[in-house]
């Protein structure tokens, strides 16, 4: 299953709540979430051209050996995203209810969320619309890799 194809129909399932628009290069991969040519065979990503926002979506096919790393690597990124306290405070929800998932040595990134308009000042109603979004991305992931 390709990568590429996985990301794309997570963005077709989401439609206007899928914010990420940016294709992410192997050097920006390497430098922000730490994970080098070597720990894969197959990536790609998105995330927004405008910084301000933190919706992404990365899928490592990690290769042989690697899977582990790849986990980890991500696990790190999130974890000093969520300790950064210079966010936006509409970008926190997302980043806490980020998901780093994997499918065999499919290893998936999901920070979604979308606009979240309709949330009010609740950070756990927040966090959990954001999980809802991460939930239905994760369920398409799955669904076309059991295919």
Same mark, same amino acid.
């Given at each position: ?12 399932? /989401?439609? =206007?709540?899928?914010?990420? =628009? ?5 050097? &920006?991969?390497? =430098? ?22 933190? =919706?992404? /979506? ?15 690597? &991500? ?25 780093? !998932? ?33 939930? !239905?991305? &994760? ?9």
């Amino acid at each position: 299953v390709s990568v590429k194809g996985l990301v794309e129909a997570v963005a077709s399932e /989401l439609g =206007d709540e899928y914010w990420p =628009d940016t294709e992410l290069s192997p050097e &920006l991969l390497d =430098d922000w979430y730490g994970i080098s040519t070597e720990m894969y065979d197959e990536f790609y990503g998105q995330t927004p051209m405008i910084s301000a926002n933190v =919706d992404a /979506l990365i899928i490592v096919k990690a290769a042989k050996e690697r899977q582990e790393d790849v986990e980890n690597a &991500l696990n790190t990124y999130k974890e000093s995203m969520v300790q950064d306290t210079f966010q936006y405070p509409m970008n926190v929800p997302k980043i806490q209810a980020a998901q780093i !998932r994997t499918y065999g040595n499919y290893v998936c990134f999901v920070q979604l969320g979308g606009s979240m308009e309709n949330i009010e000042d609740n950070n756990e109603a927040a966090i959990e619309a954001c999980q809802k979004v991460n939930e !239905r991305a &994760l369920a398409v992931i799955e669904g076309e890799l059991a295919e």
